[in-house]
Each structure stands twice: as C-alpha cells, then as structure tokens.
C-alpha cells in the first residue's frame, strides 16, 4: 500500500548525512486512535526531539515530520545517518500484542521500511547492534545503537520485526557477518553496464544481481543491468572504495564476492 503522508513539520532537525540506517522506535506513549497525530503535534514543540515519521494504526496513513534526507532529533550520534519511525506503543509490549492488537501500525512500518528502502537504497535486512554501530546498512532497532545512540531500549525484545520484514519484501533473517565468501566466480565477459552500454543482458548479469541480494541490497535479480543494477552498482563501488563508473568490470565482480559485507 503506497502510504499518504501527512506533512507535520518539526523544528527540531539537523543536516543529514549519507543514510545507512532505519531505525524503528516506539513512543513510550500516544497510544490512543490518534496517537501518531499527537506525538507529531508533540515534535512541532520546543522539545529537542523529533522523528522522520510518527506511525498508529489508522492504516496507510502516517505522519511526516522531518524529511529523509535531514537528522531528525531522536538517536544523538547515529542522527546525521539514521531514517526514524516512532510507534504508537511501549517497548514492554510482547509479539503477541503486536501482532494480534496493533497489526495496522506494523503494516504502516513494513510499507514504510519499503518506501524507504526504495527511495534511498537501503536493504530491507535486520542489523546485529555491532553492524547497526559500524558501517551496517539495514533496518535496526533503537536499542542496537547502545549508549551513542541515547542509550534507550525500544521497541524492546518482543517486536516482531521478522514478520514486519516479510510484509515490506525484505529478508526475515539477520544480516550476514562482515567477511567475504572467498573467491569469485570467473567471470565470462569483460565487462558489464548499463542497458544502453554493453553485455546488459549477460548471463552474468543475473549471478551478480543474485549475490548483490544475498548481501542484502535491494535490486531486481531479472539478468536486466538497468537503472535500478546501475545504481546498487555505483552505491556498493563507492562504499567499497572503487572506481565509481557503474560498470562490472574485473574489480567490481570481484569484491562482490571478497569484500566484507557491511
């Protein structure tokens, strides 16, 4: 379900950096029919805090704060990197809960994890803390981010972000550890790129897209090296400091099977 935002803005932002992170709060609060509206109108005060989006349960509906590319106030240092949704709900809360009295507020967050992921990028996988406080790129909890991160526990153990994951398209499980797989395999062509430019319909096309997934980059695995290939391709080249052309050339085949994944 595409989702009708409801522009609320806060003035409690700062300048954004490159977004690796989704992180998925909970309000502690607000949990009445209303509760994203209220917590909105809450940010638009002179409080020091503020989220990308507040989410309840009137389904398909969420309330926009601070747009994506800015910090909004809400996870001190990871801010400048971070993409935030606040829950109408308390961490306390079991799975049962969840899922079973607040189902339309999970789905506002899954379709709100694949609008984001989309747009910037970001693989639909659940981050470790360690990967959450590194380099990780992926959806994490509030808590992974440890005491640099304000030191909070929400959404809490009983968050159902495994089934969240399978309603937005992403993975269920863990990111993989940070290591490569050893070697890659030969490729049978010397090049690839873009749909106008050369060998986009490759064979090897398609085993490039299918590892690109694996490490957990959103990308249509469809032996098609289109726009979408294109720019998973110059996004991975630049993390992994190679030359950013878009092209999948000798370096660029190979890292995606040796570089570690972050």
Not at 31 to 37: C, H, L
Not at 93 to 103: I, M, V, Y
Not at 211 to 226: N, P, T
Request: charged share 15%.
């Amino acid at each position: 379900m595409t989702l009708t935002r409801v522009w609320t803005p806060s003035p409690n932002n700062s300048s954004g950096g490159t977004k690796r992170l989704l992180v998925v709060h909970t309000m502690e609060g607000f949990t009445g029919p209303n509760g994203a509206y209220d917590c909105a109108v809450y940010f638009k005060g002179n409080v020091g805090a503020s989220s990308q989006v507040c989410i309840d349960q009137n389904r398909g509906k969420v309330w926009e704060c601070v747009a994506r590319n800015r910090g909004a106030w809400t996870q001190c240092n990871f801010n400048s990197v971070s993409v935030s949704a606040e829950l109408s709900g308390y961490a306390s809360w079991s799975s049962s809960k969840w899922l079973n009295e607040r189902e339309p507020t999970l789905r506002n967050l899954a379709d709100w994890l694949a609008e984001e992921s989309k747009a910037l990028g970001i693989p639909l996988v659940k981050l470790t803390a360690s990967q959450a406080q590194s380099s990780g790129r992926g959806v994490c909890y509030h808590s992974d981010l440890g005491s640099a991160g304000c030191g909070h526990g929400d959404p809490g153990a009983g968050f159902p972000i495994s089934q969240v994951l399978s309603w937005a398209g992403g993975s269920t499980s863990t990111a993989p550890p940070p290591g490569g797989s050893g070697s890659a395999p030969a490729m049978t062509c010397d090049y690839f790129g873009p749909a106008n430019g050369h060998n986009y319909q490759h064979p090897d096309v398609r085993k490039w897209q299918q590892k690109m997934s694996d490490r957990g980059w959103s990308l249509a695995v469809d032996q098609w090296y289109g726009s979408g290939s294109e720019k998973v391709c110059r996004q991975f080249q630049g993390e992994k400091g190679l030359a950013v052309d878009g092209l999948v050339g000798p370096a660029t085949w190979s890292a995606t099977w040796t570089a570690p994944v972050t």
